[in-house]
């Protein structure tokens, strides 16, 4: 599961599907793991990444990532292997 | 390095379409403090959910009201609706402003007493006043709107028995050209009922009749219907006084004021679009005076305004259960305010502001309550900033009906604290334990043991 590699993501928050014409808007958090995932980190990676800087727990930050990555899904911004 | 905080992370599609309608977010700041204290203090101390009470905004609001009214009409007295809040603390914070005292129970009749107020300032309403009710109102000489035929004739009945001669008045019902129409209260004006009763009164002598009543609804979002509600008071009241040679020495216009809340399914919001209490003042002064009154003697106006007085000094905290999605990929936000406490989402889109810090990014959200009950929704669709397990929440202008119509529901009832003008938070009701419901119930000795 990785981030669809032509997806364009400015420092501002601006995210655009050269594929679909379409542009999104993301919050703070949202921009860092889309970035982490462009890096091609993991779950758990980003998970860590993310408790390092921000007052909160594992399993917030876990619920929360899989919810993102099911938006990134809905959004087709995702890329699926196979 | 201090640690940031966090906020789940969201992504939105960006839509070129028509702008929405409905707008976009409407929270730009949080809640953080209520009259200087702060919202997470109060619920560290007092718990989550939690009523807040603004006796600093109660007295405001009544003194606007009071001189949208007294700056127009000579003679103004207002009479506290108890049935809108009767927290003993919040009734002695208008009969402190001069309020007397609107019941339409026994037991809220009881209550005022308890609190002083002189029966004489007690105005009886409603249509359920037993035998015994009457009996101690007319004891005490204080003001009984009758609302039926029944319970006239129990009245004169009463007062023959009693060697007393109670004061009344009648509650009238008319067509002010609001739908629905509130008639199912009272008199009609338009087919005779209400002269009829004025007759019935004015003949049987033993009643002294001093006033006239009407309610014409509630939520009003039309001021001109008090205008026609006053003139058609004055008409009745001037008729009597032709036909008699009596004067009626009040008129009672009832309450119904808005607040600042959003009825469901208004397009605007409500604090920009209600009357205020000018538009209502100027609407009923307005239609008495331009009546046939002479202008020395005009009658004392009475208001029995509950909501807008209280409302907008009540509110509401609370605390995030949870956020997660439903099917359809809608957020949905889960709170520990259901609808069992906060009766009145059934009627508005209650404001809702995070207590805490926020950035500018929201989500719609429908907001559900913790009842095991799919009815408990305490906004259907509402763009929120993004809370967090845990965080803080204010709800606005929950001061009405909340603290008399919640119920007993799943969960049990918070406390109510006052935060008073001397910028402290006084607790004026505690919450319900599990004894103060189980008390109450009583165990056949044959159902005392079970084996499982």
């Not at chain 1, 876990?62 to 938006?71: A, L, Q, V």
């Not at chain 2, 950035?359 to 669709?381: F, K």
Request: charged share 25%; with cysteine.
């Amino acid at each position: 599961m990785n981030l669809k590699k032509n997806i364009a993501v400015s420092d501002s928050g601006f995210i655009f599907n050269p594929d679909t014409g379409e542009s999104f808007t993301a919050n703070p958090i949202g921009l860092e793991i889309l970035g982490l995932l462009k890096e091609g980190l993991d779950f758990e990676a980003v998970r860590k990444k993310i408790l390092e800087k921000y007052k909160t727990d594992k399993d917030t930050v876990e619920k929360d990532y899989h919810d993102f990555i099911n938006m990134l899904n809905q959004f087709s911004l995702i890329e699926h292997e196979g | 390095m201090e640690k940031l905080r966090y906020e789940r992370p969201i992504i939105r599609k960006l839509e070129s379409a028509m702008p929405n309608k409905f707008g976009s977010r409407t929270e730009l700041l949080p809640k953080t403090h209520i009259d200087g204290v702060a919202v997470k203090e109060l619920i560290d101390n007092y718990g989550s959910p939690l009523f807040v009470i603004s006796e600093q905004t109660i007295r405001e609001t009544f003194q606007a009201e009071k001189k949208a009214f007294t700056t127009r009409y000579p003679k103004v007295q207002f009479a506290w609706s108890y049935k809108t809040n009767y927290l003993n603390a919040v009734c002695n914070v208008f009969h402190q402003e001069g309020s007397w005292a609107e019941v339409v129970s026994g037991f809220e009749y009881e209550k005022a007493l308890k609190n002083g107020v002189s029966g004489k300032k007690i105005i009886f309403n409603g249509p359920d006043k037993t035998e015994a009710d009457l009996r101690k109102a007319i004891a005490n000489d204080s003001l009984i709107h009758i609302d039926h035929l029944d319970e006239l004739y129990t009245i004169i009945e009463l007062a023959g028995d009693m060697k007393l001669k109670p004061r009344v008045a009648i509650r009238v019902n008319m067509d002010i050209g609001v739908y629905p129409m509130w008639d199912r209260f009272g008199f009609n004006y338009e087919n005779g009922q209400a002269w009829d009763a004025l007759n019935k009164i004015m003949r049987s002598d033993k009643l002294e009749l001093v006033g006239l009543h009407t309610h014409i609804g509630t939520f009003m979002l039309t001021a001109q219907a008090y205008g026609t509600a006053a003139y058609k008071l004055a008409d009745l009241a001037l008729g009597v006084q032709k036909k008699y040679k009596h004067k009626i020495k009040y008129i009672d216009m009832g309450g119904g004021f808005t607040s600042n809340n959003t009825l469901k399914g208004a397009y605007l919001p409500g604090a920009d679009t209600n009357p205020g209490f000018e538009d209502y003042a100027e609407a009923i002064t307005s239609a008495l005076i331009n009546s046939d009154f002479e202008p020395g003697d005009l009658p004392l106006l009475i208001l029995e305004t509950g909501r807008a007085l209280i409302d907008d000094a009540g509110y509401l905290l609370g605390s995030v259960i949870t956020n997660k999605r439903l099917s359809d990929g809608r957020r949905n936000t889960i709170i520990d305010v259901g609808v069992n406490i906060l009766f009145t989402a059934f009627w508005y889109e209650h404001k809702v502001t995070p207590a805490q810090e926020f950035t500018h990014y929201a989500e719609d959200t429908v907001l559900y309550g913790p009842l095991c009950m799919n009815i408990d929704v305490i906004r259907e669709n509402v763009s929120l900033p993004l809370m967090n397990k845990g965080d803080h929440f204010v709800i606005h202008s929950v001061g009405a009906y909340n603290m008399t119509q919640w119920m007993q529901f799943i969960t049990l009832r918070p406390k109510v604290i006052m935060i008073g003008t001397d910028g402290e938070a006084h607790l004026i009701r505690d919450n319900e334990s599990l004894e103060s419901i189980t008390s109450h119930e009583r165990m056949p000795d044959h159902l005392k043991k079970f084996e499982l």
